[in-house]
């Protein structure tokens, strides 16, 4: 099943006294990258926090943020290092933007890792709920992810129908055009024989070669054959990395409706060919939020 890079998941829990709060929130990205908001005690089980994340995720920018509350009568204490490090960085910003330095130290004691509890261990039963949650916000968040990419399946499956459309319109041109070209090289030739006496021959081989190459079966063929790919990857439940093998094939299908175009020679071919791009941009657009 196709997913969205975008995604959010939610999970809340409690053991004892302490109440944990787990955020995922997932936007677009060409690698998976990892942006951890975690109170310090946890900072050890940081490497674990991404590998249960890594395992079950693919792609996107993923912002996790931990909320922990101890409503317990634990003792705390002030981390001097850290309060220096800010009075040190705010207190001559506060003087220099004349700013009122009376609840400088009030909001200093409000920001992160200043206060800190006495009781720094994590117990077994609260890493247990950790994960659990997180667990639990990855699996939301996947759901999430399941629930776009349902959308985005709809919306590239309709542009990449409408592309198939107007190429069968294509192909349906392709022998008139044909034919009017051939009619007006003819035409053209036969004025050019008789004013220079031209070897017909010869000239019948230089107009067999041109036809050729604007001859535009074998674009139509590869064409129809990417159209076919991207319609099975899209519905293969198995394939995984959607979105980079999605987009490759709509690069591959962009050459052939370039190529298309550059041999058309047709005026209604060619607005043909500005539809098909009109809707592979809007396809390069949403493969870029596939997983």
Request: glycine residues 4%.
């Amino acid at each position: 099943m196709l997913q969205s890079m975008t995604g959010y998941g939610r999970a809340t829990g409690t053991y004892s006294t302490i109440s944990i709060v787990v955020e995922l929130k997932a936007v677009n990205s060409k690698s998976i990258e990892i942006n951890p908001r975690t109170p310090s005690i946890y900072n050890e089980k940081e490497h674990e926090l991404r590998k249960r994340i890594t395992a079950r995720l693919e792609r996107g920018t993923i912002t996790l943020t931990i909320q922990r509350q101890d409503t317990g009568n634990t003792a705390t204490a002030i981390n001097l290092d850290a309060l220096s490090n800010y009075m040190n960085t705010l207190a001559p910003l506060a003087q220099e933007y004349q700013q009122d330095q009376s609840q400088l130290m009030v909001q200093l004691l409000r920001l992160p890792d200043v206060m800190q509890s006495s009781n720094t261990a994590v117990s077994e039963e609260e890493l247990q709920l950790l994960f659990q949650l997180l667990d639990q916000a990855i699996e939301q968040l996947i759901n999430f992810r399941k629930q776009e990419g349902a959308s985005l399946a709809k919306d590239l499956t309709n542009s990449v129908d409408n592309i198939a459309a107007k190429l069968e319109e294509v192909a349906l041109l392709a022998p008139k055009r044909n034919e009017k070209i051939r009619e007006q090289l003819l035409k053209k030739a036969n004025e050019w024989i008789e004013a220079a006496k031209l070897d017909t021959n010869r000239f019948e081989q230089e107009l067999i070669y041109y036809m050729e190459r604007l001859d535009i079966n074998e674009e139509i063929v590869r064409l129809r054959n990417h159209i076919l790919y991207f319609n099975q990857q899209i519905l293969d439940t198995n394939a995984l990395a959607k979105g980079k093998t999605l987009n490759f094939i709509s690069q591959e299908m962009g050459r052939e409706i370039n190529t298309i175009g550059s041999k058309s020679n047709d005026s209604e071919m060619q607005k043909l060919v500005v539809k098909m791009k009109d809707e592979l941009e809007k396809i390069k657009e949403q493969t870029m939020n596939a997983v």
